[in-house]
């Protein structure tokens, strides 16, 4: 199975920009068939309900695999995921179960993006398009990749794992992982060069 790396490419203070330039970057790939999604984490009882209010449509869920081996029956529903409507709005349960991930996966390109860019605040987050297709470069040893091609933008952190807040934002490409011979570092570095930018960082797994 191939393993994907991503470069940053990008990285500013202002969440407009950021998604501007990620825009910019699915663009250079096939987006016929691509799809984006969105998550952001909820700290506090007024974020998550700021959130459920916004966004009707998301899904929130707990990550905590403690509480899930104390009770695999999840009789929040939170593990699984509970619809924005569903949601408690009772703040004592709510602050039991901080923080929350709120989730809208798999949507049309352009139906998410701007809205949920308003809404993320100071919260880590998270949008990413997927079902891409990076295209075919002969000249430059580059191969057509549909199964690694992703874009990434991080709000308010640097890496995929998203739990070391910080005040600036990363637009991350993803490619497929070579066979060491630096080939997705140039795969990354010609994807960036198209839209005027290049790799300002190490890959992330």
Not at 7 to 16: I, K, Q
Not at 41 to 67: H, Y
Request: charged letters at 25%.
């Amino acid at each position: 199975m191939s393993s994907p790396l991503a470069y940053p490419v990008f990285r500013t203070t202002d969440p407009v920009l950021a998604l501007r330039v990620a825009r910019q970057l699915v663009a250079v790939g096939d987006p016929q068939h691509a799809e984006v999604s969105a998550d952001v984490e909820l700290c506090t009882v007024p974020e998550v309900l700021r959130i459920r209010e916004a966004l009707p449509d998301a899904w929130f869920r707990k990550e905590d695999v403690e509480d899930w081996a104390r009770d695999p029956s999840d009789p929040t529903g939170l593990h699984a995921g509970v619809h924005a409507p569903e949601l408690s709005s009772d703040p004592d349960f709510l602050a039991s179960h901080l923080p929350l991930w709120a989730s809208m996966q798999y949507r049309a390109v352009g139906s998410i993006e701007d809205e949920f860019t308003a809404l993320v605040g100071a919260n880590i987050g998270e949008l990413w398009w997927s079902s891409l297709i990076w295209p075919d470069v002969p000249d430059r040893g580059i191969h057509r990749e549909a199964n690694n091609a992703r874009v990434s933008l991080l709000f308010n952190c640097r890496t995929q794992s998203l739990d070391e807040h910080c005040d600036d934002h990363t637009v991350l490409v993803h490619v497929l992982r070579g066979n060491r011979d630096g080939s997705e570092e140039r795969h990354a570095s010609w994807l960036a060069e198209q839209i005027g930018q290049s790799v300002i960082g190490p890959p992330q797994e």
